[in-house]
């Protein structure tokens, strides 16, 4: 089974603070895929990254970045000069790659940020 | 990019009447759709998966008689929450895979909150 772990049930930081949300991950399987959503308080989900169990790279995208530690089922999630529209709840998910699956995602609890100015 | 539409966005109604919500994929196919369920500060917890052509597989606890499925079409799914009263309640969210781009991260529909008085 699968499992999605975000310890991290509220963050609060003032703006430009540098901030980490973690996500750590159970799966049996060897091939899978990770992602991070942001629900801003509008409700809708708004994707920000997948990534593919068999890369490793860490990948940075503006003031995001996002560092994939497969020896510690890790995918962490950092906002660097973090700004008040920020302010959201992040989830972290995991997905199967067999097509067997429908690639369900398995979502974490999600960490609420609120960005203060 | 992808686009998944969900109407309607609000539902405010009496308990016993059913509610149909619409999930559409407007520019590709899919022949697999999601519905999920997020009650306030949760988590988003899958329902069921919606198959084109075929029963929908409903996740355990979740009865089948209460939320009723139909994927008819590669574009369109939709949920009816029958005879629904105050406990159902909650955040309803679709997602849909696209036929082609297979492991392509799931489309999210902006999400439909339901209260029943």
């Known amino acids: 089974a699968q499992k999605v772990t975000q310890a991290q049930t509220e963050i609060s930081v003032v703006e430009k603070e540098d901030v980490t949300l973690d996500c750590v991950y159970e799966?049996?399987?060897?091939?899978?895929?990770l992602f991070w959503y942001k629900q801003p308080p509008s409700g809708e989900l708004v994707f920000l990254i997948r990534?593919?169990?068999?890369?490793?790279q860490n990948e940075i995208s503006g003031r995001y970045s996002w560092n994939f530690q497969k020896s510690t089922s890790s995918f962490n999630f950092t906002i660097t000069a973090s700004q008040v529209v920020d302010s959201a709840v992040y989830f972290c998910?995991?997905?199967?790659?067999?097509?067997?699956?429908?690639?369900?995602?398995?979502f974490g609890k999600g960490t609420l940020l609120t960005v203060n100015p | 990019g992808a686009v998944v539409s969900q109407h309607p966005s609000r539902v405010i109604c009496k308990s016993g009447t059913s509610v149909k919500i619409e999930c559409r994929s407007l520019d590709f196919q899919a022949t697999t759709m999601f519905w999920y369920r997020q009650f306030p500060k949760q988590s988003l917890m899958l329902m069921a998966t919606?198959?084109?052509?075929?029963?929908?597989?409903?996740e355990q606890g979740v009865e089948k008689d209460k939320f009723l499925i139909n994927h008819a079409s590669l574009t369109l799914s939709t949920l009816t929450v029958t005879s629904a009263h105050p406990e159902d309640s909650s955040f309803y969210i679709c997602s849909a895979r696209d036929l082609v781009r297979v492991g392509q991260p799931q489309h999210f529909g902006d999400g439909t909150r339901l209260s029943i008085l």
């Open positions: 919606s198959n084109e052509g075929s029963k929908a597989t409903y």
């Open positions: 990534r593919n169990s068999f890369d490793e």
């Open positions: 998910a995991l997905s199967e790659a067999s097509g067997g699956s429908n690639y369900k995602l398995t």
């Open positions: 799966t049996r399987d060897t091939t899978y895929y």
